[in-house]
T-cell receptor
Framework: AQSVTQLDSHVSVSEGTPVLLRCNYSSSYSPSLFWYVQHPNKGLQLLLKYTSAATLVKGINGFEAEFKKSETSFHLTKPSAHMSDAAEYFCVVIVVSGGYNKLIFGAGTRLAVHP | DTEVTQTPKHLVMGMTNKKSLKCEQHMGHRAMYWYKQKAKKPPELMFVYSYEKLSINESVPSRFSPECPNSSLLNLHLHALQPEDSALYLC?????????????FGPGTRLTVL
């Protein structure tokens, strides 16, 4: 079965320092992976997606993620955190079942950014 | 227009009430979804409509009744809910339900059942 594991439930960084949110996936074939962000009391917004093209994927708001098959990882990074990046981040794998695709969410990582 | 709208933003209801949640999109998407999200948890899929037909029901109790009147609208009718049904209800849409398509999420309706 396909799944994703987010290795940290909470990450705390200072404003202006790098962000690393870790995600490992489990899949029997080449997966499609997304990162979504959810700000407090808001819906989810797609940050970036990997669909077997370039392994380094650039997203919105300066985020990027690198697909590493050898490590089964899809970690999310940003060079310099901003206060507005404080939110919940979900790593998602797409599961194709019966001709349809479903999103399988990781447990989420809450990012706190301190001044 | 890349927006999914949901009304109301907040809803408080008693266990004997009947209420409805509404979701709308004007992106021409043919797949629409209802998710339930409890605090500090990821969203859980409830229902999927594809071309206005119910394609997936993730064993949701019958006190939740979805409806898709047309390709732009999705409703969730609520009746005889329990306090444990209190959650954020998210609507999403995608171009179609097959293939690798981004799902666009609405801001959600925060439901409290007393």
């Amino acid at each position: 079965a396909q799944s994703v594991t987010q290795l940290d439930s909470h990450v705390s960084v200072s404003e202006g320092t790098p962000v690393l949110l870790r995600c490992n996936y489990s899949s029997s074939y080449s997966p499609s992976l997304f990162w979504y962000v959810q700000h407090p009391n808001k819906g989810l917004q797609l940050l970036l997606k990997y669909t077997s093209a370039a392994t380094l994927v650039k997203g919105i708001n300066g985020f990027e993620a690198e697909f590493k098959k050898s490590e089964t990882s899809f970690h999310l990074t940003k060079p310099s955190a901003h206060m507005s990046d404080a939110a919940e981040y979900f790593c998602v794998v797409i599961v194709v079942s019966g001709g349809y695709n479903k999103l399988i969410f990781g447990a989420g990582t809450r990012l706190a950014v301190h001044p | 227009d890349t927006e999914v709208t949901q009304t109301p933003k907040h809803l408080v209801m008693g266990m004997t009430n009947k209420k409805s949640l509404k979701c709308e999109q004007h992106m021409g998407h043919r797949a629409m979804y209802w998710y339930k999200q409890k605090a500090k948890k990821p969203p859980e899929l409830m229902f999927v409509y594809s071309y206005e037909k119910l394609s997936i029901n993730e064993s949701v109790p019958s006190r939740f009744s979805p409806e898709c009147p047309n390709s732009s609208l999705l409703n969730l009718h609520l009746h005889a809910l329990q306090p444990e049904d209190s959650a954020l209800y998210l609507c999403a849409s995608s171009q179609v339900f097959s293939g690798i398509n981004e799902q666009f999420f609405g801001p959600g309706t925060r439901l409290t059942v007393l």
